[in-house]
C-alpha cells in the first residue's frame, strides 16, 4: 500500500519539459527515473512524493498508480474499480473526482471511463462502509485518474490535486500570463541556475522573475500552497510533511543573485509587486518602469547577466509586431554586449525581424500554440 518503499509514480508535464523534470526528479532523489511522453515515470515513499509536490518546479501532477491490468470491456473496468481496496487509501467522507483519458479503439470516450470507475469506487465502499464518498467536480479532496492506452488501463491516486502550477503566490493576472510550470521549465532550459543576475524586461506579472528568484534561492516553489491531495488520504503524516518541508528550506542559498523587472506598463508592475510580495519575495527582486525599446536603465543593470523575455506575440497585444521586435533587437546589440539573451515567443514573424543571429531555437508550445525558445549570444 501507501507504506511501500517504491511507489510506481508517474510525474506529468508539459510537451517539451520532460527533460527537464527528469533531471529535477533526479536531483531529488527519484529512483528508477525515466522520461517518458508527458512525463517522468520514477519510484519512491510517500516521503517522496510529498517532496516531489512541494519541490519540482516543472511538474503538473503526480500520480502514485495503484493497479495496471488490461481490461477488455466497460463491464471488466467497473469490477476491476470495484476490487481495488480503496478503503485503505482513503475515507468515505472525502469528496471525490475521477480524471479519465482514454486512447483506446474500445473505450472511446472518456466521461463514460470516469462514470464507470465512480460506480466502481462508490459500490466498493457501499459494500465495506455503508456509505459512499460523494463527487465534488470542482474542488474534490481525492482525485482518482485512469488511463487506457487500448486496452490497458492504469489506475492512479492523484497526490497533488489542483494542477502544480497553482502555487498560490498569484493574486494579480494580466493578459496572457506564462503558466508557473512552464516560466520555471524555461529557465532551466536556458541553463541558468543562478549564477548570473537574470532580467525581464518585458516582465508582466512577473512569473519568470517569481519563478527565478526561487529557482535560484534553492527555494521549493510550492511552499505556499496548502492544498495537496494527499492530505486527505489515510495515513497522512503531517510531521513527515514538516520535516521535509524544512529539509528543503535547509537547501537555500546563502546570497543568490538579483533579480530585475521591467515593464512599460505601471499596471503590469502593479502586478509584479504584488505577486512578488505574496511569494514573499521582495528583498530578491528590483522593479522599475521601462520602455525596452528606448531602454534607458542600463547603467543600473550588472555589465554581464541573462535576459529572459516573453514579449507581445499576436496583434491583440501589439499591434506592430515586426517593428516591435526590431526594436528590441536594436537594444540588445547596442546595450547588452556580453549578455545572453532569450526570447520565449509564439510569434515566428516577429523573431524573423530581431535581426540578431540566433544560436539556438528550441520548440516549445504554449498552451496548444506553436512557440519558440531562442537563444541569441550577445558577442
Ligand atoms: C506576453 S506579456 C509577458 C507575460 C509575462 N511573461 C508573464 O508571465 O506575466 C508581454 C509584456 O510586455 C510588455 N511590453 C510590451 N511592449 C513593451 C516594451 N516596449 N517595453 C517593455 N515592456 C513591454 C507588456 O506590457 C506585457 O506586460
Known sequence: ???????????????????????????????????????????GDIGFVYKANLALRSALRVLVQVKEIPVQNADALYKVMRRIPWERYFDSQATMMVDATVYSKVFTNSLYVAQKTKDGIADRFREKQGQRPNVDLQNPQVRINVHISQKHCTVSLDSSGPS????????????????????????QLTGWEGHLPLIDPMCGSGTFLVEGAFLAAG?????????????????????????????????????????FGFDKTTAALYKTRQNIRSALLEDRIELAKADFTKFNKREELPEKGMIIMNPPYDLKMEADIPRLYRQIGDTLKQQFTGYTAFLYTGSAEGIKNVGLKASQKTYLPNAQRDAWLVRYDLY
Open 219 to 259: 527555494l521549493p516553489p510550492n511552499l505556499l500552497r496548502k492544498e495537496f491531495a494527499f492530505r486527505h488520504w489515510k495515513g497522512f503524516a503531517e510531521e513527515l510533511l514538516h520535516t521535509i518541508i524544512e529539509g528543503l528550506l535547509s537547501r537555500e542559498s546563502e546570497n543568490p543573485p538579483t533579480l
Open 164 to 187: 502544480l502550477h497553482k502555487r498560490n503566490y498569484r493574486s494579480a493576472r494580466i493578459q496572457a500570463p506564462l503558466s508557473e510550470v512552464l516560466a520555471a521549465g524555461i529557465l
Open 1 to 43: 500500500m501507501l507504506d511501500a518503499p517504491d511507489l510506481p509514480l508517474f510525474i506529468k508535464t508539459l510537451p517539451g519539459l520532460e527533460p527537464v523534470l527528469e533531471r529535477e526528479v533526479k536531483f531529488l532523489g527519484g529512483r528508477d527515473v525515466k522520461a517518458v511522453k508527458r512525463g517522468v515515470k520514477a519510484t
